[in-house]
């Protein structure tokens, strides 16, 4: 479902992805996890055709998402890690207007927006302006935008960040039920290390722009000689705390330096 060859990206100096190659199977639920500023929102930008690579190939059920972009927009949902949401419109007014732009048909669509609004505890404020909710109620509004047009891929960029135990869990139910009875191929980011390790069929490890490996959880435990995902993940990674904020101002530096040309 997922193919990538020898992707990099870079921004002038700034080298933000380095000739990374994996490939997630149709029907996979695909971690891909990594510390601050490692890469993994680039690669997700890339998979998602925002962002053009440098070099390299990549396909997202047998598309290519630099030549065809709109055969590919139309195979997945995303989650942003960052917020996408019209904050002057309503929950459904959004729901709606996604659903237009992917064509659902009218009476699907209206079924669908319940399902997913009831799905994520929001029925309630279906016509409440979004600028009213919560970090939390956004989250999940974004994660239901994500799924309505049936996708057969889900890119979910830290997905759960900001959200309760009893949401987090019954997101991932439904996620799951939705992968065995739809095949839906699912490709997440997470902090949360027994998250990756309970719902992950396989994992990849990215840092410094390099992805250093790629198994089970079980598998990167016995690489590393560890006794859980975390320990794997801060063996192959290091403990060394990352600046986020750094990495992005380097990244936006080069960025600039290329403007200015």
């Known amino acids: 479902m997922i193919k990538v060859q020898n992707l990099t990206k870079k921004y002038g100096a700034f080298t933000a992805v380095d000739d990374i190659s994996f490939d997630v199977g149709s029907g996979e639920i695909f971690a891909f996890l990594g510390p601050n500023g490692a890469g993994k929102s680039t690669t997700i930008k890339m998979l998602t055709t925002l962002v053009h690579p440098t070099s390299g190939t990549l396909a997202i059920d047998g598309h290519d998402p630099v030549r065809h972009p709109e055969q590919v927009r139309r195979t997945f949902g995303i989650v942003f890690q960052d917020p996408s949401l019209d904050d002057e419109l309503t929950a459904w007014e959004n729901m709606e207007f996604h659903g237009v732009l992917y064509d659902v048909p009218d009476a699907l669509r209206r079924e669908r927006i319940e399902q997913l609004l009831d799905f994520v505890d929001l029925s309630d404020r279906k016509d409440s302006l979004v600028k009213e909710f919560s970090g939390g109620m956004k989250r999940r509004l974004e994660i239901a935008r994500g799924l309505l047009h049936h996708p057969k891929i889900i890119f979910l960029d830290e997905p759960t960040l900001g959200l309760d135990p009893q949401t987090r869990n019954h997101m991932w139910e439904y996620l799951k039920k939705l992968n065995e009875s739809e095949g839906t191929t699912i490709f997440f980011t997470t902090h949360y290390m027994e998250e990756a390790d309970k719902i992950a069929q396989r994992i990849a490890i990215i840092d410094h722009g390099k992805i250093i490996a790629v198994g089970t959880s079980a598998d990167l435990q016995s ?21 986020e904020a750094a990495s992005s101002k380097d990244m936006m530096r080069n960025m600039g330096k290329l403007w200015r040309r």
Do not use: H, P
């Open 223 to 243: 690489q590393t000689g560890t006794k859980s995902l975390e320990e794997a993940f801060l063996a192959l990674t290091g403990r060394t705390i990352r600046d």
